[in-house]
């Protein structure tokens, strides 16, 4: 078991959002490598409260930290810093049209002015890993939905960061890619990257056994704090992964996929 | 802070949105390129004019009748002191055989009106240049009442009408040419600016992505701003080949045509290029602040 150590934590976090809708006191501390579901119906704030994780929002009261990003004391130009030690993916995958699926996850790489050997060799292992290598010169279009996910995955972990933040990442795509898509977040975690997925989808996330946060109205319903480090695949095995996507999806998904 | 290699992922930005986006970038290149063309076009139109008006004004002479037998003594002494006035350039003498004679080519087929004459009715005459600097009313005036108290000359003649009219129109039109010069001008600009701009929106999401993978505001500027001088350099060149075509159709019937001055027209690809990219840092600010 690696050390435990928060690389994310938000505490006592307040934002008002409109008239009838706000955060309240929200306190949340994310160690390395553990996997939390953010779950709560639409509306709850769960977006919003990834969005003051990656700073694009600034809490009315309380703060957030993020390795040595305290938002209270943070400038405008450490943003970018910020990004690059946070994944992001989303619902609805958020790549460039323009660009190939390589020179998707390449851009996130660029950005930090890593050099192009280094790039080559970083996006052809992540696409690997994902499965993909082979559509490198597609463009996002020509993709699928599970697919083009799996892309915005990779480009957000292109650069080793510490947290990876989903926002709906399966809200757009069908059982079988979501269970391809929660496989992946689970492999990713398994390598070391803190994962904290916000989902509405309350039944997908039981049965594995990790750390679920509940939010409601604005509030933290429920936190079943436990902490496990390590491959959830280990311990609950795949196939248990297939059965609750089919569950939910209600399709049936056919063996040696992937 | 920017390091070369990300110099130069910058440029490759720039290279993929221009490539990859040709039809957009095409539509607002033409769009600006048509404004600018209804600039150029003007500015040559008013240079023309301005240039004709100059010309006609350049051709004005004075014109010293002499008394009948006014003698030789007399005359030379009237040529040289009208050299010695300020302002005036080179005084030809034109005798009356040589008035008659430009007449009779003036009359060309009609010579027989002036057989009907006894004799040669046209006086002999100076014909005063003034230096082009010394133009205008006030030399002709100025002179005119000089020149015509002087022993030996009968009279002095120059296109008094010309000066009365002609100058005051020549004013009222550079007044109405520069307001409509400036409204062309600021129409231009704003035509640009909001092309520009609208170009830089249409990647509102492109951007947001950048921002989101961590990119800094020079990462994410710089290939607009880049683009945005691009485009406005291609525009100006699209107005100048067709204000080159527009020019080249018309000397065919308007010959002596005046084109623009290359260095005014390099100056105009200068600014173009200026404007795109400010009107494109402008956009991006808006963008990058929210």
Redesign the interface.
Known sequence: MSEQRIIAGVYHLSKRLGRHFSLEDISIQIANGEFVFLVGPSGAGKSTLLRMI?MDDRPDAGQVVVGPHVSTRMKR?S??????RIG?VFQDF???P??TVF?NIA??M???????GEIKQRVTEILTHVGLYHKRHDYPHALSGGEQQRVAIA?AVA?RPSILLADEPTGNLDAMATKNTLELLFKINAGGTAVLMATHDIELVQGFGQRVIFLEHGRIARDRGMVYVGDVRDRIGESQISRRAQQLRGHDIPDGDQ | M??I??LR?ML??TA?MLG??KAAGLIAVVIMGLSLLILVVFLMVTLNIAEQIGRMSEEMRLFVYLKDGTDQALAGNIQYRLLSLPGVEEVSFISRDEALAELEQMLEGQEDLLGELPENPLPDAFKVKPKPESIGAAFFERTAAEVGKWDGVEDVRYGQKWFERGERLVKGFFVVDLALGLIIFLSVIFVIYNTVRLTVMQRR??I??????????T?IQLPFILEGALHGIAASLLAIALLTAIYIFSSRYLPGLTFMRYDALAGFVVFCALLGAVGSYSAMQRLLRS
């Open positions: 990656y130009r943003i970018p810093d910020l990004r690059r992001i958020r790549l460039l323009d660009r020179e851009l996130a660029k950005v930090t002015g890593t050099p192009m480009r650069n | 920017i390091n290699t990300q992922y490759d930005e993929i990859r986006r999401r492109a947001d992505v950048m921002k989101l993978v961590g990119a800094g505001n990462f």
